[in-house]
């Protein structure tokens, strides 16, 4: 099947994938498409970046002391319990039958330990699930993505643009250094026309460069090596090109 006719299903196979859920000979075909095509690397890239913070969205939570104290005391009564039981049961040779009221207090201690138990984890549920709304709404929307990779095909950036906030958002995606004397700068390649920069990169892993869509509405971008501080755009890109790639627009 090709994905990139089908955007909506290479939106749930990348979504699946960062979240981990994409198991076996599924997940291999995915990472291969992925190595392939461009388009596919890129929604994996995205969705890895969105849920990267995942684990960050809920603070920690101590439980209330009573919670402890609860578990804690259920746990002690069903140890005594099970010690009259064995006392009992050295005592005589009739077994207590499962029905009988060892079993119903035993059933009763782990039902007692599962709801406290649940209250607990369905707190936790809701706290996390109202900071994960709020993030997918404010989450940015995303109409333009880009894997700017080297002459080897590996990728070093992933560029996304936002319109709402007239961003673009690039995110180191490979381990390149450029050197405390020099800077890498962000080019548009415009069919037929001259390098134009979008601007001149710091070392950060990611960073947002101001942009409007008339800007970022080019078939490719680049990445140049330049001086410390970049070049006047109108020279077009000094040092060598490290790394390119098109210019996508799609919608997540």
């Known amino acids: 099947m090709n994905l990139l006719a089908h955007p909506e299903l290479l939106e749930l196979l990348?979504?699946?994938?960062a979240l981990g859920t994409l198991r076996?000979?599924?997940r291999r075909r995915f990472e291969t498409l992925a190595r392939e095509q461009a388009p596919?690397?890129?929604?994996?890239?995205?969705?890895?970046?969105?849920?990267?913070?995942?684990?960050e969205l809920q603070s920690p939570v101590v439980p209330d002391p009573a919670v402890w104290t609860r578990i804690r005391n259920l746990i002690e009564a069903e140890q005594a319990q099970h010690a009259m039981e064995r006392q009992r049961d050295a005592?005589?040779?009739?077994?207590?039958?499962?029905?009988?009221?060892g079993g119903w207090l035993r059933s009763l201690a782990l039902w007692r330990g599962a709801a406290a138990a649940g209250a607990l984890v369905a707190v936790l549920a809701v706290g996390v699930g109202l900071n994960l709304r709020e993030q997918l709404i404010n989450a940015p929307a995303v109409q333009y993505v880009a894997v700017l990779s080297d002459?080897?095909?590996?990728?070093?950036?992933?560029?996304?643009?936002?319109?709402k906030k007239k961003q673009l958002v690039l995110q180191r995606v490979g381990s390149y250094s450029e050197?405390?004397?020099?800077?890498?700068?962000?080019?548009?390649?415009p069919p037929g026309g001259a390098p134009r920069s979008l601007g001149v990169l710091d070392n950060a892993p990611a960073l947002r460069l101001a942009a409007s869509e008339?800007?970022?509405?080019?078939?490719?971008?680049?990445?140049?090596?330049?001086?410390?501080g970049g070049v006047p755009s109108a020279g077009g890109p000094t040092g060598p090109v490290l790394f390119h790639g098109a210019l996508i627009e799609?919608?997540?």
């Open 91 to 101: 005592a005589t040779p009739i077994t207590t039958p499962s029905t009988g009221t």
């Open 250 to 252: 799609k919608t997540l």
């Open 214 to 228: 008339s800007d970022v509405r080019v078939p490719a971008l680049a990445i140049s090596l330049e001086p410390k």
């Open 179 to 189: 050197g405390a004397d020099k800077s890498l700068q962000l080019w548009a390649l």
């Open 14 to 17: 990348a979504a699946s994938h």
């Open 40 to 55: 596919v690397r890129a929604a994996a890239l995205v969705w890895q970046g969105r849920l990267a913070g995942m684990t």
């Open 24 to 26: 076996g000979g599924a």
């Open 151 to 163: 002459d080897k095909a590996a990728a070093s950036m992933l560029v996304t643009f936002d319109p």
